[in-house]
């Protein structure tokens, strides 16, 4: 069994442990899996990843008139673990697509930010959107492990490959820097 810590940030803060953003060019390696694994779980590796964002509002005589965001996919070394004598090289695969969905999430998040219209009502707009998106990314890796057995359904975790692949090529535009 592999589960999945999914770490949702408001804010964007100062971070006391280190992160890993979502890079194109960087797979996951098991050393990037620095927490120590719970002997007690039958989970074979987690993986904590999440979506970090933050926003800042420009008002003049209390109308606003500009907002940023800013997104970003992490993955936390420090609260990912896994047991070397149980996790090869599939259950590496499988913890990676955690992270891209995470990143196919983040992009989402933007695209729908992007969406957004200048009002009053933007910073309660991007919070339902912010609340929405990290539901939408829980139901989807609760889904993933799911239909694919935590990594051992060998043919499901191929057709999530390709979706997930898929979706991030359709929200490229949106991709972390």
Same mark, same amino acid.
């Given at each position: 069994?592999?589960?999945?810590?999914?770490?949702?940030? !408001?804010?964007?803060?100062?971070?006391?442990?280190?992160?890993?953003?979502?890079?194109? @060019?960087?797979?996951?390696?098991? %050393?990037?899996?620095?927490?120590?694994?719970?002997?007690?779980? !039958?989970?074979?590796?987690?993986?904590?990843?999440?979506?970090?964002?933050?926003? !800042?509002?420009?008002?003049?005589?209390?109308?606003? %008139?500009?907002?940023?965001?800013?997104?970003?996919?992490?993955?936390?070394?420090?609260?990912?673990?896994?047991?070397?004598?149980?996790?090869?090289?599939?259950?590496? +695969?499988?913890?990676?697509?955690?992270?891209?969905?995470?990143?196919?999430?983040?992009?989402?998040?933007?695209?729908?930010?992007?969406?957004?219209?200048?009002?009053?009502?933007?910073? !309660?707009?991007?919070?339902?959107?912010?609340?929405?998106?990290?539901?939408?990314?829980?139901?989807?890796?609760?889904?993933?492990?799911?239909?694919?057995?935590? @990594?051992?359904?060998?043919?499901?975790?191929?057709?999530?490959?390709?979706?997930?692949?898929?979706?991030?090529?359709?929200? @490229?535009?949106?991709? @972390? +820097?």
């Amino acid at each position: 069994m592999i589960r999945i810590l999914i770490v949702f940030c !408001s804010f964007l803060l100062i971070q006391e442990e280190p992160v890993l953003s979502w890079s194109e @060019s960087y797979k996951l390696s098991w %050393t990037d899996f620095k927490g120590s694994p719970n002997l007690q779980d !039958s989970a074979a590796a987690v993986t904590a990843s999440g979506i970090s964002f933050g926003y !800042s509002i420009k008002q003049t005589n209390n109308e606003v %008139t500009n907002f940023s965001t800013q997104v970003h996919a992490h993955f936390y070394p420090e609260q990912s673990w896994y047991k070397p004598d149980r996790a090869g090289i599939h259950v590496l +695969n499988h913890e990676q697509l955690h992270f891209d969905i995470t990143e196919l999430h983040a992009r989402k998040l933007r695209y729908e930010i992007n969406k957004l219209k200048i009002t009053n009502h933007v910073k !309660s707009e991007l919070k339902t959107l912010q609340k929405t998106i990290n539901l939408e990314l829980k139901n989807t890796q609760n889904k993933y492990d799911l239909e694919t057995n935590f @990594s051992r359904n060998i043919e499901a975790q191929a057709q999530w490959k390709a979706y997930i692949a898929q979706e991030l090529k359709k929200f @490229s535009k949106y991709k @972390s +820097n």
